[in-house]
């Protein structure tokens, strides 16, 4: 029996030490917090998504009395943007969330659905997606979903 050990770089961060270009989608992400629909959780979470034309794609989770049947802002996001600019890369992703009307402080990871949809945009592009998980104070940041998704499924496993 053999050990697979796994690990990550991921680099945390005070908001003042982002670059502009980080900052500008970490403050979208913030601003478009309003436009949740979580009436049940209480927890609204905001993705904007930076592509390669320089257009920015917000979204945001939306809830429904029926659970599961609702969406994170994520998906939200990632699904407009592939919908809309089908031709354009994905650079970043940051996420932002609150919780009872204040922000956390504790930046929060994507799920594990939206995971499997980063990668496969990932996939798809042939390019890593930056993610910037960002809180009250300090930002993480991850280079590729891949540092948090190890071990991936892929259409290599349906051929």
Same mark, same amino acid.
């Given at each position: 029996?053999?050990? %697979?050990? %796994? +690990? *990550?770089?991921?680099?945390?961060?005070?908001? +003042?030490?982002?670059?502009?270009?980080? !900052?500008?989608?970490?403050?979208?992400?913030?601003?478009?917090?309003?436009?949740?629909? *979580?009436?049940?959780?209480?927890? +609204?979470?905001?993705?904007?998504? @930076? @592509?390669?034309?320089?257009? &920015?794609?917000?979204?945001?989770?939306?809830?429904?009395?029926?659970?599961?049947?609702?969406?994170?802002?994520?998906?939200?996001? &990632? /699904?407009?943007?592939?919908?809309?600019?089908?031709?354009?890369?994905?650079?970043?992703?940051?996420?932002? *969330?609150?919780?009872?009307?204040? &922000? %956390?402080?504790?930046?929060?990871?994507?799920?594990?659905?939206?995971?499997?949809?980063? !990668?496969?945009?990932?996939?798809?592009?042939?390019?890593?997606?930056?993610?910037?998980?960002?809180?009250?104070?300090?930002?993480?940041? %991850?280079?590729?979903?891949?540092? &948090? @998704?190890?071990?991936? /499924?892929?259409?290599?496993?349906?051929?």
């Amino acid at each position: 029996m053999n050990v %697979i050990k %796994i +690990s *990550a770089d991921i680099l945390e961060c005070e908001k +003042s030490e982002l670059s502009a270009e980080d !900052l500008k989608l970490v403050e979208s992400s913030e601003n478009f917090l309003k436009n949740a629909y *979580a009436p049940y959780s209480k927890f +609204s979470v905001s993705a904007a998504v @930076l @592509l390669d034309n320089g257009v &920015i794609i917000n979204g945001t989770n939306q809830e429904n009395a029926a659970s599961p049947s609702g969406t994170c802002a994520e998906r939200t996001a &990632i /699904f407009y943007a592939n919908s809309q600019y089908p031709k354009n890369k994905i650079l970043a992703v940051a996420i932002s *969330a609150f919780f009872n009307g204040e &922000i %956390i402080s504790t930046p929060i990871p994507p799920c594990g659905a939206c995971r499997q949809v980063i !990668l496969e945009t990932e996939t798809r592009y042939s390019h890593p997606v930056k993610l910037i998980l960002s809180a009250k104070n300090k930002c993480l940041i %991850i280079n590729s979903i891949k540092d &948090i @998704l190890p071990l991936t /499924f892929t259409s290599d496993f349906l051929s």
